[in-house]
């Protein structure tokens, strides 16, 4: 016991001696116990370091708009397929774009001793496609509309472009760009056409043509695939082709396949595929092709009806665009020739729809905030 006493007491008065002599030693062992003790130990007081954030303060029944609304014009090529409609995930569900365009050519002539009629020709188009998207199934609506005329001196006036197209196509989503799909189309055209090789002055008795004689149902139910928004293919293996004449006169006439005198309608049921695909040669230089085939199951399925549609795009700046189009046409019920038509025009156009320019793509949509 005594031992103990003696060693404790050493050791007390031997610290006391040396914390006399050694005060800064102690001063830095105290700092490094607390530096310690801070980084082990929690702050638990949340208002240690408070931070103030503003906020606008407004008068009561204050109405805030934070965002401009307006409708954006689309200066590059528009969709025309939905795939980026149908790879878009959110919210939105109804979409639309349109494209306008007027197109004109005019030719003046005074004392030119080569002689030439004065004229002028108008042609106007307009695309418009409203769609649907909800999970895996989307709704695709398009209506296309033509007019156009050339009016010159001493002739009456002759149509150059006249059409009706529209079309309706739903989908369903199977994995791997394909989609069950099933939709329509009517096809037509506004007012009465005339052969003008055989009927330079034509008058109304000498028509060959008029709204709803003939007009065009096509209805079916297959399959498409879109794995790009400048490709896509719909093949339906079963589809019926209905052709129609409402005018008396030229149920009479002998044309669109018609078996007999009077007849209004004709049916067929075949196969038929859909091929679209445009290809960007420049900047702002597109061809876009369509190609469309349809075989008769029950009527010499070897006779083939083909319509191909190549559209050459060449767009100047926001509002001026070149368009030369090429249309052929075969079929044998009507007439054993192959049908073309061509056009080259300098016009107007503007394009309504979503610019999405983090993706650098064309979406469809109505409305977007500035």
Same mark, same amino acid.
């Given at each position: 016991?005594?031992k103990?006493?003696?060693? &404790? %007491? +050493?050791l007390?008065?031997? %610290?006391a001696? @040396? ?6 030693v102690l001063?830095?062992? *105290?700092?490094?116990?607390?530096k310690?003790?801070?980084? =082990? ?12 954030v503003? &906020? ?6 204050t ?7 307006v =409708?954006?014009?689309? #200066?590059e090529?528009i969709?025309?397929?939905? /795939? ?9 569900k109804?979409?639309y /774009?349109?494209q306008?365009?007027l197109?004109?050519?005019?030719s ?9 009629n004065?004229n002028?020709? =108008? ?8 769609s ?5 199934? &989307?709704l695709?609506? #398009? ?6 005329f050339?009016a010159?001196?001493?002739?009456a006036?002759?149509k150059?472009? *006249?059409y009706?197209?529209?079309? #309706? ?8 760009n ?9 096809l037509?055209?506004f007012?009465?056409g005339?052969n003008?090789?055989t009927t330079? !002055?034509?008058? @109304? ?6 709204f709803?004689?003939?007009? $065009?149902l096509n ?5 498409? $695939?879109?794995?790009?928004e *400048? +490709?896509q293919?719909i093949?339906?293996p ?8 409402t005018?008396?006169?030229l149920?009479?006439?002998?044309? $669109?396949? &018609?078996?007999? !005198?009077?007849?209004?309608m ?6 038929l ?8 040669i420049y ?8 190609v ?7 009527f010499? %399925?070897?006779?083939v009806?083909?319509? $191909?549609n190549g #559209? ?8 001026i665009?070149t368009t030369?189009?090429?249309d ?12 073309m038509k ?12 979503y ?6 793509k ?9």
């Open positions: 016991m005594k103990f006493l003696l060693l &404790f %007491s +050493f007390f008065f031997s %610290s001696l @040396f914390s006399q002599k050694n005060p800064d001063k830095e062992i *105290d700092s490094i116990s607390q310690r003790w801070s980084a =082990i130990n929690l702050d638990l007081d949340s208002l240690s370091d408070p931070v103030l503003k &906020f606008d303060s407004h008068f009561k029944d109405i805030v708009i934070r965002d401009k609304v =409708i954006s014009s689309v #200066t090529e969709p025309i397929t939905p /795939y980026n409609l149908l790879q878009m995930v959110g919210p939105k109804w979409f /774009y349109g306008n365009n197109v004109f050519n005019q003046s002539f005074s004392n030119w001793n080569t002689g030439g004065n002028i020709g =108008i042609i106007g188009k307009i695309r418009y496609n409203l649907y998207k909800k999970g895996k199934h &989307f695709d609506n #398009t209506l296309q509309l033509g007019y156009g050339v010159s001196e001493g002739e006036s002759r150059t472009e *006249d009706i197209n529209l079309m #309706t196509n739903y989908g369903y989503d199977i994995g791997k394909f989609y069950l799909s099933t939709g329509f189309q009517i037509t055209q007012s009465a005339f003008y090789t330079p !002055d034509p008058e @109304f008795n000498d028509r060959i043509s008029r709803l004689s003939p007009g $065009y209805a079916g139910l297959g399959i498409s $695939y879109n794995p790009a *400048d +490709f293919v093949f339906r079963l589809n019926g082709k209905f052709t129609f004449v005018d008396p006169f149920q009479k006439a002998g044309r $669109y396949g &018609f078996e007999k !005198d009077g007849q209004s004709r049916s067929e049921l075949g196969a595929v859909n091929v679209l695909y445009r290809i960007k900047k702002d230089i597109n061809f876009t092709n369509q469309n085939f349809f075989s008769n199951y029950v010499h %399925s070897e006779r009806d083909v319509a $191909y #559209t050459l795009n060449i767009r100047f700046n926001k509002f665009t030369v189009s090429l052929l046409a075969y079929d044998h019920d009507q007439l054993q020739k192959l049908q061509q056009t080259l025009g300098v016009g107007f156009s503007y394009n309504l729809g610019d999405d320019k983090d993706k650098n064309k979406l469809i949509k109505p409305f977007i905030a500035n």
